[in-house]
């Protein structure tokens, strides 16, 4: 197939671009490199730099190439949400409505990434806010105007090409970057935050099997289906943790507690987050070593 990956320079998107080109799909990738990176470009993938918002006006031998859109391209990370609001609605809304306007126009399916702290309330943060808003404008054109999409919603990804530094790391990015160089790993609260670890190859292949089954008109839930504690996390990777001040808009829980995945892909998450961090403590012992 001739895929088109949204945000493809990205955490979710390159390790998605590897698993389709390691399966003979031509791919491409359509991403405005705000977060995403170019020592993540695969080879045998032709990427574009360009904002998702403008995706309409692209070469219409390009667009008339594509089979099916993943749409992963966003603006992620709840806390520095509050400090750019509109940039937030302005992508993950804005841009999913053009995304959702061209599958439409192209005949072609869409399968969206939406966010798992839809759970936590939709009016919590503008993060969750403007991704709650993307899955309501594909509703509306699958109920309306034929748009055949699934979406997914991710639980607390972690895994190769996440992000190290900068203020769209998430927790295991950051740690593990702050064990390896030597700087303090910070808690915000009291460290009791439990959340739903979910490796990202277990993320890939659900995405890959709801193509491979043509599983659309679908909410798929994509989480381990066991959540730890900030603290132990902590405890896994043998760190004392600086203790700060509680963040706004977080939740105190993630959990995936539906079984829809399973039930109607035959998806089972494998990878267990201890197995992983022990990998990287030995790993970093053997290097001091």
Not at 18 to 23: A, D, F, M
Not at 31 to 44: R, W
Not at 200 to 210: E, F, Q, R, S, W
Not at 237 to 252: A, C, D, F, S, V
Request: proline letters at 3%.
């Amino acid at each position: 197939m001739r895929i088109l990956v949204t945000g493809g320079a990205g955490f979710v998107g390159t390790n998605l671009i590897k698993r389709l080109l390691s399966e003979d799909h031509t791919v491409y990738s359509l991403d405005n490199y705000s977060t995403g990176l170019k020592e993540n470009e695969i080879e045998g993938c032709t990427y574009y730099s360009n904002d998702i918002q403008k995706i309409s006006a692209y070469d219409k031998r390009f667009m008339d190439k594509i089979d099916i859109v993943y749409h992963m391209a966003a603006i992620a990370r709840i806390q520095p949400s509050f400090e750019r609001p509109e940039d937030y609605i302005n992508t993950n809304f804005q841009g999913t409505y053009e995304v959702v306007k061209y599958c439409i126009q192209n005949n072609i399916p869409l399968i969206y990434a939406g966010s798992s702290s839809k759970h936590n309330g939709r009016y919590k943060n503008p993060y969750t806010f403007s991704k709650d808003m993307g899955e309501d404008i594909i509703k509306l054109y699958q109920e309306n105007f034929g748009l055949r999409a699934s979406i997914t919603r991710f639980y607390n990804v972690y895994g190769p090409h996440q992000l190290t530094e900068g203020g769209y790391t998430t927790l295991l990015g950051r740690w593990l970057n702050n064990i390896e160089k030597g700087l303090p790993c910070e808690i915000y609260g009291d460290g009791e935050k439990r959340r739903d670890f979910t490796h990202v190859d277990d993320i890939v292949d659900a995405l890959i099997k709801i193509a491979d089954q043509l599983t659309y008109g679908y909410d798929f839930e994509l989480g381990r289906g066991k959540n730890y504690s900030v603290n132990e996390v902590a405890q896994m990777l043998k760190i004392n943790p600086i203790y700060k001040g509680n963040k706004p808009g977080e939740t105190q829980e993630t959990l995936n507690i539906d079984k829809s995945a399973q039930s109607i892909l035959g998806w089972e998450p494998k990878i267990n987050l201890e197995d992983y961090l022990n990998i990287f403590i030995t790993n970093s012992n053997n290097e001091k070593n």
